[in-house]
């Protein structure tokens, strides 16, 4: 009810209204009512407009007359209560809401104040129009002007702007400081949907963000105004953003977070749960972006995709990332990864995964931990500090083209190691291509050698090369292996191993004896199960090349029968161990010529302590290279070398070798200390026989000074 005053001076009239009825009030008496504008008036009482009209009047009035109760001085009744309505609880960043505020009972003022319980969440203007201002729930409330005592409210829900498919679907824009909420997938089929900095857009736990072949996603916010793609719940997870096979250099994903993504799997694998998912031929440039949450990896990206990650974090996600080994090489080293279920970049998704195209991989702060089998079939190279952890008997392989080139530092050095902290974990590098980029320096292999490379179990080493290959190792460390450190067949050229060190291994290396010349007498091996070089894989194996054997702080252990059909020189210090019933055979071109000194002498010993544990040499050629000076032979005389027992001895020239002995001493044979055989040719200074006797064939040419 609404009280209008007569424009009389000092009257004491009022127009009273109830709906579209007005009533002239004078003193308490009804002088007029009316249907439509009110007449004003100041003479006789009358009643007019008929029975319903008055009717109407005297019920609110009690009746027409002097008896009428409202008298003079009437007032408006108190407010006893303030309710607030509007037309929806919710209301979309962007847009307005107005309220309405009615003070009961009828009659009572109605004017009211408005206000916010958190400004931050909206706004309300005088005439109760709501603004929002970020997403949340905020109380609105209406107090009586007339008694402040008196007032009402509402609860209003900020919510983001629906962001559907047809908004989408041909790119388009979405504006920046706004809020977006996504309750069903979109998809970006053609043209380029850019989001401006300071876009929010929220997702469904259903919904995602695809982007297709031909379509293209720019996202570029500020560092003060990034971009936020996140779930509507905090507690779920959305599905994330695909780049499915987009390749254009429009993609750009810059100063945003990427949150609460890897709710659900792009496909069955397991790499597929990513909150930033990119597949197939796609191109995306990520920068100062952070990836956070996700129920997977924070991004996964696949053999062709062609990506980089620079200046960005990934944090609080089950796994930092999974990529094809194609595609680590967009990864730099400027990204924070850190506080993730596992700080990892997974690498290779299934056992033919391969380096594809000539990369680098950066060092990322956390391990590559490399899944499963993967090959190197191009150029490959990591920089100082790179880790990489293989899970059990997987193994790195080059081939085809590919190389592998690791160089470190000695602050920065790059491991090669295993998921799980256990000698023989992994299987190992393989290397199957010649190239002089293969280059292992200042590189720690850890833990490998837990299946073999080929048929038989002696195969299995941290480092294998097979066939024709070639690598240079230098000031790096082989420890923890289950068998071998490395293995080095007769194509396996190791020219320039140096300076490396070996440390509790099962056994340190095997190398062909064509390629021990490449070992260097810088190398150091300390507490191995085995603590020799083995020498040999076959009884057919053979020093084919000019070399010399350096002196190292280990024996060089002769495994089986060996040739020498090469000029082969042993240095001073150096030892040799031979396995039971095992002889060196010199012949066809070949010369041994081991020249030791008084402080470095040469050892040719058993593997075991014990007399006529090993065959012995055999000399089958004329050479001036056939010369043992300063060395020690003990052990020899296992087996005899012709057919009867005579024929039982350490040394052994034939018909068509010759020797030159000089300060040697000979011991714990099992037969004579030498066999000179018909035409053989045999010079002696100095030699210690031990009491065996020498055996010599008329013919053979023998010096006045020998035994």
């Not at 031909?214 to 936020?228: E, M, Q």
């Amino acid at each position: 009810m609404v009280f209008l005053r007569s424009g009389e001076a000092g009257a004491a009239v009022r127009w009273r209204v109830f709906g579209a009825f007005f009533v002239l009030v004078h003193e308490g008496n009804l002088i007029q009512a009316n249907y439509g504008d009110p007449m004003p008036t100041t003479h006789a009482a009358s009643c007019r407009k008929g029975a319903t009209i008055l009717a109407a009047a005297l019920f609110a009035l009690g009746g027409c007359g002097p008896t009428d109760p409202v008298g003079p001085g009437v007032t408006d009744p108190d407010p006893q209560s303030v309710s607030v309505s509007a037309p929806s609880s919710e209301v979309e960043e962007g847009a307005t809401l107005q309220l309405t505020a009615s003070v009961a009972p009828f009659g009572a003022p109605q004017g009211v104040t408005w206000g916010t319980d958190d400004i931050t969440v909206a706004l309300v203007s005088a005439a109760g129009l709501v603004t929002p201002v970020s997403l949340g729930e905020v109380t609105i409330t209406a107090t009586s002007t007339a008694d402040p005592t008196r007032s009402g409210s509402i609860d209003i829900t900020v919510t983001c702007r629906n962001l559907t498919q047809a908004m989408v679907a041909d790119g388009g824009t979405v504006p920046g400081d706004v809020c977006y909420q996504a309750l069903s997938p979109l998809s970006v089929n053609t043209g380029t949907l850019v989001v401006e900095a300071g876009a929010n857009i929220s997702f469904g736990t259903s919904s995602s963000l695809n982007i297709a072949s031909a379509g293209r996603l720019t996202a570029v916010g500020t560092i003060d105004n990034p971009i936020t793609f996140t779930s509507l719940d905090p507690a779920e997870k959305w599905r994330g953003i695909h780049f499915d096979g987009s390749a254009s250099l429009d993609n750009q994903l810059e100063h945003a977070v990427l949150e609460n993504g890897g709710g659900s799997g792009w496909s069955g694998a397991e790499y597929a749960t990513a909150g930033l998912y990119m597949s197939g031929a796609s191109r995306v440039d990520v920068s100062s972006v952070e990836i956070t949450g996700s129920g997977g990896t924070g991004f996964t990206a696949s053999a062709d995709t062609e990506f980089t990650l620079a200046a960005s974090t990934l944090a609080g996600n089950a796994v930092a990332g999974w990529a094809h080994p194609n595609a680590v090489r967009g990864i730099g080293s400027d990204n924070v990864i850190d506080g993730n279920d596992e700080d990892v970049i997974r690498v290779a998704f299934g056992n033919n995964d391969a380096v594809q195209t000539s990369q680098s991989w950066a060092a990322a702060g956390v391990p590559y931990q490399v899944w499963t089998r993967m090959f190197v079939r191009a150029p490959l190279s990591l920089d100082p500090g790179v880790v990489l952890r293989f899970r059990a008997d997987v193994s790195m392989i080059v081939m085809d083209g590919g190389t592998l080139n690791a160089v470190g530092t000695a602050g920065a050095p790059i491991l090669f190691s295993s998921t799980e902290d256990l000698p023989g974990y992994w299987k190992g590098v393989q290397i199957e291509t010649v190239s002089a980029d293969n280059v292992f320096d200042h590189v720690i292999f850890e833990n490998g050698g837990s299946e073999a490379f080929t048929g038989g179990n002696e195969s299995r080493a941290m480092v294998f090369m097979s066939g024709n290959s070639k690598v240079t190792i230098t000031n790096s460390t082989f420890r923890g292996s289950g068998y071998y450190g490395l293995w080095v067949p007769s194509g396996g050229d190791i020219t320039g191993f140096s300076d490396n060190h070996f440390e509790d291994n099962e056994r340190t290396m095997i190398v062909h004896p064509n390629r021990v010349g490449g070992i260097a007498a810088s190398n150091t091996f300390v507490d191995n199960a085995e603590q020799a070089v083995r020498v040999t894989f076959g009884n057919n194996d053979a020093v084919i090349q000019a070399q010399t054997w350096e002196a190292l702080d280990v024996p060089y252990l002769v495994a089986v029968r060996t040739f020498v059909r090469a000029p082969l020189t042993i240095a001073p210090g150096t030892a040799l161990l031979f396995a039971q019933n095992v002889s060196l055979i010199v012949t066809t071109d070949g010369s041994l010529n081991a020249e030791g000194t008084v402080e470095l002498p040469i050892t040719f010993s058993g593997r075991e302590a014990l007399s006529a544990y090993w065959k012995g040499i055999e000399f089958g050629t004329v050479s001036a290279g056939n010369a043992l000076t300063n060395v020690l032979l003990e052990h020899a005389g296992s087996e005899q070398w012709f057919g009867g027992v005579q024929s039982v001895s350490t040394l052994y020239v034939t018909a068509n070798g010759s020797l030159d002995l000089s300060d040697v001493t000979i011991r714990e044979t099992g037969g004579y200390a030498l066999i000179l055989g018909s035409g053989g040719m045999l010079t002696c200074s100095n030699v210690d026989d031990g009491g065996f006797q020498y055996l010599s064939s008329p013919s053979g040419a023998v010096s006045a000074t020998c035994p």
